[in-house]
């Protein structure tokens, strides 16, 4: 059994949950042993600390108390109050993570948006910006800019602005608005021609 994984349900659960012994390849809605069901996914990559993402899903907790939160916030950096949390998650607890979430919070990391591609998730992407130290460049402004408006993927400029995003992407998803799982053509062609050209 592992001890170094840190999982914490702060205060007393705001319903008692139905849970699932064993996570199944697929999405029961029904939550795991750790759980509460269907959950927006926080998570901040493994590279960095991005506390304002931490602490702004953490508020937002006690501003959306129907929503359920998990977080995953790397090493050092702000403790949330409000949600569960685990610092790191191993592959195989991360991916549970990602089948109880019918959301995902992130930084603009392309393995966070392969993820929630791969399983159909909607994401919102949170980008880390250079001039506030929370990343070595400002590459994920250009990734976010460049994924912005692609299905299932949703960019959040401003802090103050998540919690609006999240009831969008929600009322999106009542639509039944989902996510492309392969590439444009148009995209795939270029990629064949460079390939082809080398």
């Known amino acids: 059994m592992r001890t170094d994984v840190d999982v914490r349900l702060p205060g007393p659960p705001r319903r008692q949950p139905v849970a699932d012994p064993v996570a199944g390849a697929q999405r ?24 304002r993402l931490v602490k702004v899903a953490d508020e937002l907790a006690t501003q959306m108390p129907d929503e359920s939160f998990f977080a995953q916030i790397g090493e050092g950096g702000h403790r949330p109050v409000n949600i569960p ?18 959301l995902i919070v992130a930084h603009a990391g392309m393995g966070s948006v392969i993820t929630a591609m791969e399983s159909n998730t909607p994401i919102i992407l949170l980008p880390r910006i250079l001039e506030w130290g929370e990343h070595t460049t400002d590459h994920q402004i250009a990734t976010a800019k460049w994924l912005e408006g692609r299905p299932g993927i949703h960019v959040c400029w401003e802090d103050k602005d998540l919690r609006a995003t999240i009831e969008a992407v929600r009322a999106g998803a009542r639509m039944g608005q989902t996510m492309q799982r392969t590439a444009p053509e148009p995209f795939l062609n270029r990629i064949r021609d460079f390939i082809a050209s080398a």
């Open 28 to 51: 029961s809605g029904r939550p795991g042993l750790l759980g509460r069901g269907a959950v927006i996914f926080v998570t901040i990559g493994s590279l960095f600390p991005f506390d």
């Open 85 to 102: 949390y685990a610092e790191m998650l191993t592959r195989g607890e991360f991916m549970a993570k990602v089948r109880e979430a019918d």
